[in-house]
């Protein structure tokens, strides 16, 4: 087993024999260990080394393993802690156990005692680890609604995340803010094999200048006024997973210098240490900016930019997908109103679709979020819209006939959209709805508003589906 799947295990005792015996029953259970003599020296550790597993002595130097378990369970919840007890002190280790404490085990104790204790408190780790893997591949599945589509460059990114969840090849995502980057990446993860594995996003624009490398890289107990306590970077949060470095353009050279290294080497240097930290992690990226134009303006570095430019997903803005657009509407009507069945005017739609959201996708939603919050949730009006989205349909909808032939414009995209998700979908109405970005109920609203047979055959689809 690999060093990043391997349960972190740490000991903590004053006896270096009763160390050393735990130490060699973890790691013939496979488990990557470590130990300390005393609390502080365990704290340390746990905030650079992030352990699953401690066992810990009840009765320590200065601080006692109850005090421990409670600044453990405060700086790392998940963790679990076991705690070992001398002879007469067991009420003591029930008290433990109320602060949240796995077990205990008495001294002195048989190898397969311990070996039983810390093998179902691993499992317990890995339970929970499981737990929430699917509650944030669930998360991860239901985020990517806002990027299914059936528009062909839409499609094309779907394609793209199939061929690179498998691999653990750099990834550079690029497109205008707000078209779903991060959306994208969490795909490929979630997705792959390391979607058991952290997944850390960073905003590269959001980091403090002065504090940036301390933020990626960690730092070391007194490396800079205010360093009261070692600290773990992102790099290590994230190792044995993802990092997605988001807006990467915005790193300063110098630190886009340290990126390339960490990257080429594998490894980080907390700020204010001379230790190197080994570190494995699959790197995607991405950014609104051209990079290839920076790096030859001087401000992005070529050898990081070619290190990052291994594979290049492209983002639509929605502009250049506005087919999407009602299938985008709907499911956002989903998330911010669910059941209410709440409906769009045909001179709204048309608006959406002759609109240019220079706030892409993100923008859309926000337009929907608002207009619900400000109208009644029963219809979306064009005064329930923004003023620029008022203004398109002020100068084009001016006429009655304008907005007749937009309602039927719109039915008729709407109708095309739901066909032809049928005919990806090989006829499956659940996967179509989901494709869709839409309920079960929708779905079958929409089916019947529009004549459509339940079963509806591949040739009856392309005889009413245009080409893209």
């Known amino acids: 087993m690999s060093n990043d799947l391997r349960i972190r295990f740490l000991v903590v005792d004053d006896e270096a024999s009763i160390r050393k015996l735990c130490m060699t029953i973890g790691e013939r259970l496979g488990f990557a260990v470590s130990q300390a003599e005393n609390a502080e020296a365990a704290l340390a550790l746990a905030e650079a080394q992030l352990p699953e597993v401690v066992i810990a002595d009840l009765k320590l130097p200065q601080m006692s393993g109850v005090e421990l378990l409670r600044q453990i369970k405060q700086l790392l919840p998940a963790t679990e802690v076991a705690i070992m007890t001398g002879h007469g002190t067991v009420e003591s280790a029930v008290d ?85 980057k991060e959306l994208v990446a969490r795909a490929i993860h979630f997705r792959g094999p390391l979607a058991q594995r952290p997944f850390v996003a960073v905003d590269c624009g959001a980091l403090v200048p002065t504090l940036m490398e301390s933020e990626l890289f960690g730092h070391e107990k007194g490396a800079f006024t205010g360093a009261v306590k070692s600290k773990a970077g992102l790099f290590q949060a994230a190792n044995g997973g993802t990092i997605f470095l988001d807006e990467i353009g915005e790193l300063p050279l110098e630190m886009q210098a340290k990126l390339l290294r960490v990257l080429q080497e594998k490894e980080v240097r907390p700020v204010g240490s001379n230790e190197k930290v080994p570190v494995d992690v699959r790197v995607i990226a991405a950014t609104n900016r051209d990079l290839e134009a920076a790096y030859r303006a001087g401000a992005f570095r070529k050898d990081l930019f070619f290190r990052l430019n291994v594979v290049i997903v492209h983002m639509p803005a929605l502009r250049e997908r506005r087919s999407d657009i009602p299938v985008l509407v709907r499911c956002f009507l989903e998330r911010h109103a669910a059941g209410e069945n709440v409906q769009v005017s ?48 002020e100068a084009d909808f001016a006429s009655e006939d304008s907005q007749v032939l937009a309602s039927t414009a719109l039915a008729d995209m709407e109708r095309m959209t739901i066909l032809r998700v049928f005919e990806q979908a090989g006829g499956d109405k659940a996967l179509a709805g989901k494709m869709l970005g839409i309920s079960r109920a929708t779905l079958y609203r929409k089916l019947k508003q529009y004549q459509i047979p339940l079963r509806q055959s591949r040739k009856a689809v392309a005889a009413v589906t245009p080409e893209q």
Not at 130 to 141: G, K, P, Q
Not at 360 to 367: D, S, V, W
């Open 96 to 180: 433990a156990m109320k602060l949240g404490a796995y077990d205990y085990i008495e001294k002195p104790f048989r190898v397969e005692k311990m070996r039983s204790l810390l093998q179902r408190m691993a499992e317990k780790v890995r339970l929970v680890a499981e737990n929430e893997f699917l509650r944030d591949r669930m998360e991860a599945e239901t985020r990517l609604d806002g990027i299914v589509g059936t528009s062909a460059k839409i499609q094309d990114v779907l394609r793209m995340v199939a061929r690179l969840k498998d691999s653990p090849t750099p990834v550079l995502i690029v497109g205008e803010s707000g078209t779903g």
């Open 346 to 393: 045909s001179a709204v739609m048309k608006a959406f679709l002759q609109y240019d959201w220079p706030g892409n996708i993100r923008e859309l939603e926000n337009c929907i979020a608002r207009a619900l919050a400000l109208g009644d949730r029963q219809s979306i009006g064009v005064n329930d819209l923004p003023p620029a989205l008022r203004a398109t349909e």
